[in-house]
């Protein structure tokens, strides 16, 4: 059993900036990869950015290209999701979630944190 909780989510302006961490925590060792996705109201939830366990590849969506940086620290288990340049559009709940097996940007993803709001005012 993997459990993951997000924490970082807030109310910021258009332009600013956020870090939401994702710790992951039980028996993760044989797990592939740590993804971000978002959802917003009246949508779907949607692919972020994504990193393999080991940090040797990170993936992201092109709505965050340049503005999100996914990294990983193994040895705290977590992750983080540097948001920059943050837009009206990034509002939304990010989750976090992990899996056993590629690929990276697509689910099924095996377990799911919470997630935890963020809201990005103009």
């Known amino acids: 059993q993997v459990q993951v909780v997000e924490s970082g989510g807030g109310l910021v302006q258009a332009g600013a900036s956020l870090r939401l961490s994702c710790a992951a925590s039980?028996?993760?060792?044989?797990?592939?990869?740590m993804g971000w996705f978002r959802q917003a109201p009246g949508l779907e939830r949607e692919f972020v950015a994504a990193?393999?366990?080991?940090?040797?590849?990170?993936y992201y969506a092109d709505s965050v290209k340049g503005r999100f940086t996914i990294s990983i620290d193994n040895a705290k288990n977590t992750v983080y999701l540097q948001m920059n340049s943050l837009k009206p559009e990034d509002t939304a709940v990010y989750y976090c979630?992990?899996?056993?097996?590629?690929?990276?940007?697509?689910?099924?993803?095996?377990?799911w944190g919470q997630g935890t709001q963020v809201t990005v005012s103009s």
């Open positions: 979630a992990t899996k056993r097996s590629p690929p990276a940007r697509a689910t099924p993803y095996d377990y």
């Open positions: 039980g028996r993760t060792f044989n797990y592939y990869a």
């Open positions: 990193i393999t366990w080991n940090g040797g590849s990170a």
